[in-house]
């Protein structure tokens, strides 16, 4: 990595305003090349429990701060990321392995919570509620919840933070977070941009560890914790859940997901494919919204996957520094691994793979775009979260029989269709057991909306104005004997 600012490039923990350098080192990989680019002195349950203590502390100054304080330092610290936006984009391909302009793309996107939350923290309101009786009156105040602790994934290293990071600081709640083990130069660069844009000392710290049972069960079950997020597995979410009961933490989750993409038979098919070729490529499938299987109408499914495939052929797989790759790598090796098993598992029950279907030969992490059909419902390439560049297509025939094949998912996330009918998009947008759908769009996510699922794909919302409930807490004030 050369970067124009070596000083984002930090390898310890982030705990009140210092770097901890203390303990075993933790080395970051890059997926594309196996290479190890940076060691990190890892934490351990001891210092998040420091962390934890530290944000306790400093949370009576931080939550009463002026809403205006606190969005003057949020704004100042998106306008340093936007700056640094190469920067911590070449961090982010060198430990992630996404295409460098889609790590830039990610960098913008993660800035633009820390932008919305900026202009949010000034408008927490409460309300005035007509009383019962003439000599009492009524009102709400929203307050921050406390001190926060967080989990982020490795998929959006940047963007998971900060759509968890910026509401809570704009609430007024200090911050614990983890990022995870194979990211956490993206996460300690964002601290160090942090800490230059003004947040104080103690109110935003991030602990890297490779103990992640040690860690997460203090983040858990400290009475200290009033509000704990993650964004990962639903195996793990539902441990973590569990563990958090302890304590009644509020919880906030954003699991697993089995997303429908659905071409009806009078859909615009070359916008569709478009959209599919957006949604399930991009991070080379290794996003928690991307479409998962595609349901195509009888009609239109010789000629959808036509060109569908042909697109797919047309993507490029490379490392994420050549100027043309367009799929990176697997986060690593036994993801790439796992997708093949995936694959062949599915051509023995009756698959066919129309594109790709194996290794690709860039390296042992990367994985060919595949498109299969003749798939099943019932296989588990269709049934499991990929989390790859491979597209299952199943036929349908009725519109019933697509939402029907589309909700038979324990999971609830994100769902997409293409239709020129404006009756069945609503219809059809209504009976879709999902917390996001993207209706003739295959990228739906931004700042203004509300992200998040139901079912066991979580609980709770990110962004939008509703992404602040879930850091404050609502008080009600009775003013009596007037």
């Known amino acids: 990595m050369q970067l124009a600012d070596p000083n984002l490039l930090k390898t310890a923990s982030y705990i009140n305003g210092q770097w901890v350098q203390e303990g075993e080192s933790l080395a970051v990989i890059n997926p594309a090349s196996n290479a190890c680019i940076a060691r990190v002195a890892q934490g351990d349950a001891t210092l998040a429990i420091s962390a934890v203590e530290t944000a306790s502390a400093a949370y009576p100054a931080w939550a009463a701060t002026s809403a205006a304080e606190r969005s003057f330092i ?4 998106f306008e340093l990321v936007m700056q640094h936006q190469d920067d911590l984009a070449r961090i982010m391909t060198a430990e992630q392995g996404k295409p460098f302009s889609e790590a830039k793309g990610e960098i913008a996107y993660g800035a633009s919570f820390i932008e919305w939350f900026a202009e949010e923290a000034k408008r927490v309101y409460g309300d005035t509620i007509p009383g019962p009786s ?3 009156r009524i009102s709400t105040i929203r307050q921050p919840i406390g001190v926060v602790a967080a989990i ?6 940047n963007s998971m933070i900060t ?3 910026a509401p809570a600081l704009a609430a007024g709640c200090t911050i614990v977070l983890r990022p995870a083990n194979e990211t956490p130069l993206s996460a300690l660069a964002l601290a160090e941009l942090a800490e230059r844009a003004g947040v104080p000392p103690g109110v935003f710290n991030v602990i890297v560890g490779a103990d992640a049972i040690g860690i997460g069960e203090v983040l858990t079950s400290h009475p200290d914790v009033a509000k704990f997020s993650f964004t990962g597995s639903t195996r793990v979410g539902r441990s973590l859940i569990a563990q958090c009961a302890s304590t009644v933490k509020k919880v906030s989750m954003e699991l697993g997901g089995n997303a429908p993409f659905i071409v009806f038979e009078d859909a615009d098919l070359d916008a569709a494919v478009e959209g599919a070729i957006a949604s399930k490529f991009r991070n080379a499938g290794q996003t928690c919204v991307c479409a998962n299987r595609f349901l195509v109408h009888d009609k239109v499914h010789d000629a959808f996957v036509e060109k569908f495939a042909r697109r797919v052929k047309q993507l490029h797989v490379a490392q994420g520094m050549a100027p043309d790759s367009q799929i990176g790598p697997m986060i690593d090796t036994s993801a790439a691994q796992r997708i093949h098993t995936w694959v062949q598992q599915a051509i023995r029950e009756g698959a066919e793979p129309i ?4 290794y690709h030969s860039a ?4 994985y060919q775009p595949t498109v299969l059909t ?3 419902n019932t296989m588990d390439i269709a049934r499991q979260e990929i989390f790859g560049p491979v597209a299952p297509v199943i036929r349908f025939s009725s519109d019933q029989e697509a939402v029907a094949l589309a909700n038979a998912t324990e999971y609830g996330l994100a769902a997409y269709f293409y239709t020129q009918n404006i009756k069945r998009a609503q219809h059809v ?3 879709l057991a999902f917390g996001m759908v993207g209706i003739n769009d295959g990228i739906i996510s931004n700042a203004a909306a509300p992200f998040g699922g139901v079912k066991q794909s979580g609980m709770g919302r990110e962004g939008s104005r509703y992404g602040l409930d879930e850091y404050t807490e609502i008080k009600y004030l009775c003013l009596g004997g007037l």
């Open 152 to 157: 982020t994934p490795w998929n959006f290293p």
């Open 355 to 358: 594109v790709g279907g194996d």
């Open 374 to 376: 003749q798939v099943t």
């Open 163 to 165: 759509r968890k990071v």
């Open 74 to 77: 949020l704004r100042r610290w």
């Open 429 to 431: 947008a209504e009976q």
């Open 134 to 136: 003439a000599d009492k």
């Open 363 to 366: 390296g042992d992490a990367f």
